[in-house]
């Protein structure tokens, strides 16, 4: 997996920001040739008396990538041509000259196919070698989410693949593997699962919708529009995405907005609960409170576990209680506690301490990030099936 992940990352150096990336170079245009060598190409030429074969011309241009996207002034994209005869051979000799439709949007080197960003929008990116053109997409996108986020506000990301719900209280909620949209400019995910956690999305929006009847204030709310198969928010950025880079900016802007949230929890509570919220494909019907904490760990006696706090996503809360953080952890007043009196089957929680050899998830990405930078108190909470949650 690790040298997969390093592969991606090298093939699109510097993709995550947005600032210059460099494709796999195809065939372009000839190299240009070195003015030292230029007398030997005279007497090469005068050897062969001349021009060389005819030779058949080029039939089809690609242009790769397609599309592409870049997100400061200035940042640069790399376009590269591949040029075939009627036969569909690779023509090495074609000379390409690259053009750019709209200057306004992004200038293009007419040798080089390296595009430069000049003001947003979206152009098409030709490449020409006689009569023949192929093209390419090309957008320019400036617009960040920046404030200022007004509770009860919906804001979105870039095509919408990402929303935020601005909340007022301590509660930050995340669906990231409950969307349904596959857009054609992001190719399907090779590396890790594209399953993704059906009817999260809705569990998300339904405790939002609850604790804000409950408490007449709202709940911080952050969803993943996107199909698992083409991002994947609970993973680094690499593994994620994948190097395309319009995954990598609705990857940016869900953990943008989860950073907004944390943010302004810590500055108007001290201190929050975040929940993950994913949906499991396990036999038992119950749910996997996750705390960072594995199954071979929850099973370890309980004075050894009381080690452990500082590495679980409830260190906040354990730190700020009397109580022991086993107590915390899976105690009558603990998360599980609370919800195994709602009649629900839960682990860790005073019935079930530990799943004991079951299938169970500890928690992940977003989890370990999040609970890490902000001091929030963080559990995924896992719906009692994948398909099928309550
Ligand atoms: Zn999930």
Redesign the pocket.
């Known amino acids: 997996m690790a040298a997969e992940s390093a592969g991606l990352a090298m093939n699109r150096p510097g993709s995550a920001s947005g600032e210059h990336r460099s494709g796999t170079r195809l065939v372009g245009h000839p190299p240009r040739p070195n003015p030292r060598w230029a007398p030997i190409l005279v007497l090469l030429c005068g050897a062969c008396g001349g021009e060389a074969g005819p030779g058949p011309g080029p039939a089809s241009i690609t242009v790769q990538p397609g599309a592409d996207l870049v997100t400061a002034i200035g940042a640069e994209a790399q376009f590269t041509a591949l040029v075939r005869d009627e036969t569909g051979a690779i023509v090495t000799s074609a000379f390409v000259v690259w053009r750019s439709v709209d200057r306004s949007v992004v200038t293009i080197d007419p040798n080089e196919g390296l595009a430069t960003a000049v003001g947003p929008g979206v152009t098409t990116i030709r490449a020409s070698s006689g009569s023949v053109v192929g093209t390419a997409l090309i957008e320019v996108y400036l617009e960040e989410p920046t404030g200022p986020f007004v509770a009860g506000e919906t804001y979105f990301g870039r095509a919408e693949y990402v929303e935020y719900q601005a909340g007022n209280l301590p509660i930050i909620i995340s669906a ?2 409950g969307g349904a949209v596959e857009p054609e400019e992001i190719a399907d995910r090779t590396v890790g699962t594209g399953s993704p ?1 059906a009817n ?1 999305e809705e569990v998300a929006r339904r405790m939002a919708a609850a604790i804000a009847t409950r408490t007449g204030g709202v709940p911080h709310l952050i969803i993943s529009h996107l199909h ?1 198969a083409k991002l994947d928010p ?1 993973r680094e950025i690499i593994e994620a995405a994948q190097g395309n880079p319009f995954a990598e900016l609705a990857w940016n802007e869900y953990h943008r907005f989860l950073e907004v949230a944390s943010i302004r929890v810590g500055q108007a509570w001290g201190s929050g609960l975040y929940a993950d919220i ?2 499991h494909a396990h036999e038992l019907q119950r749910l996997e409170l996750g705390y960072l904490l594995t199954a071979d760990q929850l099973a370890l006696a309980p004075a050894t576990l009381e080690g452990l706090a500082a590495s679980s996503s409830i260190r906040a809360a354990a730190n700020a209680s009397d109580s022991t953080f086993v107590a915390v952890l899976r105690g009558p007043t603990s998360l599980g506690g609370l919800l195994e009196d709602e009649g629900y089957a839960v682990v860790p929680g005073p019935a079930t301490p530990t799943p004991s050899g079951t299938p169970y998830f500890s928690g ?1 990405y977003s989890t370990e990030t999040h609970a890490e930078r902000r001091q929030l108190i963080c559990c995924p909470h896992r719906a009692a099936h994948g398909r099928h949650p309550r």
């Open positions: 990231p593997h956690d999260t698992r609970n994913h949906g992940g």
